[in-house]
T-cell receptor
Framework: GAVVSQHPSWVICKSGTSVKIECRSL??????MFWYRQFPKQSLMLMAT?????????EQGVEKDKFLINHASLTLSTLTVTSAHPEDSSFYIC???????FGPGTRLTVL | GQNIDQPTEMTATEGAIVQINCTYQ??????LFWYQQHAGEAPTFLSY????GLEEKGRFSSFLSRSKGYSYLLLKELQMKDSASYLC????????????FGTGTRLQVFP
């Protein structure tokens, strides 16, 4: 079946640094991918829709200059958290191919 | 606005049956998903309802009433491994795969 991978699975960084998270579709092409964020004991919140070859669509309240999304190929979308701060610490999850396939998630901890 | 509500927490006994409700008020509707999520992991797909009625899949069943904006997930013959969070999510219309997640229900199964 379709598989979505994410890398890294976890990352710890210092405040002020930038972190890049990759989301790959392993055996299918994905013109659209979705990025979610999940804080502890909360549900998933959609951050943005990543569109291959065009700009991402951000949800209300999500800063597009802080969360840079690039979908340069049909199998890869990247989310870069720029100038990360402790409040950005969260579980970031991508999905592709409709709603059935989620990546394993990336846990970001900003010190 | 978008509003998808679930009970925050539920408890049940091993071998029993539990019903997790989800009510929604959204600007559009193109189907409802149920996911299971264990702590620290990504959600895994359980079921999808787009028409009214009951969908049965092994120990899990999902019901939808579009006129009432209501769905439930029914778990039978509960096992300890069913302890997890259960998320309902509404798919937006217009041929997108965008999901709006409910608040999530943490289910704890006791021996």
């Amino acid at each position: 079946g379709a598989v979505v991978s994410q890398h890294p699975s976890w990352v710890i960084c210092k405040s002020g640094t930038s972190v890049k998270i990759e989301c790959r579709s392993l055996d299918f092409q994905a013109t659209t991918m979705f990025w979610y964020r999940q804080f502890p004991k909360q549900s998933l919140m959609l951050m943005a829709t990543s569109n291959e070859g065009s700009k991402a669509t951000y949800e209300q309240g999500v800063e597009k200059d802080k969360f840079l999304i690039n979908h340069a190929s049909l199998t890869l979308s990247t989310l870069t958290v720029t100038s990360a701060h402790p409040e950005d610490s969260s579980f970031y999850i991508c999905s592709a191919m409709g709603a059935q396939f989620f990546g394993p998630g990336t846990r970001l901890t900003v010190l | 606005g978008q509003n998808i509500d679930q009970p925050t927490e539920m408890t049940a006994t091993e071998g029993a049956i539990v019903q997790i409700n989800c009510t929604y008020q959204t600007s559009g509707f193109n189907g409802l998903f149920w996911y299971q999520q264990h702590a620290g992991e990504a959600p895994t797909f359980l079921s999808y309802n787009v028409l009214d009625g009951l969908e049965e899949k092994g120990r899990f069943s999902s019901f939808l009433s579009r006129s009432k904006g209501y769905s439930y997930l029914l778990l039978k013959e509960l096992q300890m491994k069913d302890s997890a969070s259960y998320l309902c999510a509404v798919k937006e219309p217009y041929n997108t795969d965008k999901l709006i997640f409910g608040t999530g229900t943490r289910l704890q199964v006791f021996p």
